[in-house]
Each structure stands twice: as structure tokens, then as C-alpha cells.
Nanobody
């Protein structure tokens, strides 16, 4: 069982930065991801990261602006968000699933079976 708790959300102006954190009870063997749900839109896989952090994947909408990372020693997942835009507004969730043997990690929400409660990010124009 993995328990996830997000923090770091808030309100910023466009162009600003935020760093989200996700503290976990233990996720060393798990794929990890960040997701967001904007008002009136479907949940979107923002970024994912493999067990060792060697491979990351991003949604096109955040490439070059967001960086996902993990510290397995601290059981913490991060999402550094720079150059924020109003369209980045939404509830952000971290999630995890046990990594497949020899396989990679996906941003598809259906693979993830552990979810945090979310942290709100609001970007004003």
C-alpha cells in the first residue's frame, strides 16, 4: 500500500513558478506520475518518471516548462513548474503504480492505482 500526500500548490501570476511535492509512505518500486484536472476538462497525465528517475515523459503542453523528479531516499516526488500559464490552472495529483518488470512507465491514468488527494494550482493572467 502506498499513501501519497501532495503539497506546494498555490496562486501565482502567469510566468511564475511553483514546486509541487508528493510525500509517500514508500514507492521505490513504483512508477510515479503527476496529473491534473482543469475545470470542465478530463484528467490529464502531465508527467511520469521511472523507478530510478532515468526516464521521464511529459505532456506536450508542459514540455520545456515542467520537470518531474524523485528522491527515493526521501520518498518524495517533485514537479517543478516554470513559466506557468493560466491554462495550467487545476487540481494536481500525484499517483503511483508498481512498475512492470523490464517495462517503462506510462502517463495513462488507468495504470495508476494509488492517488493523492490533490493540491490546487491557480495561475492568473
Amino acid at each position: 500500500q502506498v499513501q501519497l500526500v501532495e503539497s506546494g500548490g498555490g496562486s501565482v501570476q502567469a510566468g511564475g513558478s511553483l514546486r509541487l511535492s508528493c510525500a509517500a509512505s514508500g514507492f521505490r518500486d513504483f512508477c510515479l506520475g503527476w496529473f491534473r484536472r482543469a475545470p470542465g476538462k478530463q484528467r490529464e497525465g502531465v508527467a511520469s518518471i521511472t523507478i530510478g528517475g532515468g526516464y521521464t515523459d511529459y505532456a506536450d503542453s508542459v514540455k520545456g516548462r515542467f520537470t518531474i523528479s524523485r528522491d527515493n531516499a526521501k520518498n518524495t516526488l517533485y514537479l517543478q513548474m516554470n513559466s506557468l500559464k493560466p491554462e495550467d490552472t487545476g487540481m494536481y495529483y500525484c499517483a503511483a503504480y508498481r512498475a512492470p518488470y523490464g517495462g517503462g512507465c506510462t502517463r495513462a491514468p488507468s495504470f495508476y492505482n494509488y492517488w493523492g488527494q490533490g493540491t490546487q494550482v491557480t495561475v492568473s493572467a
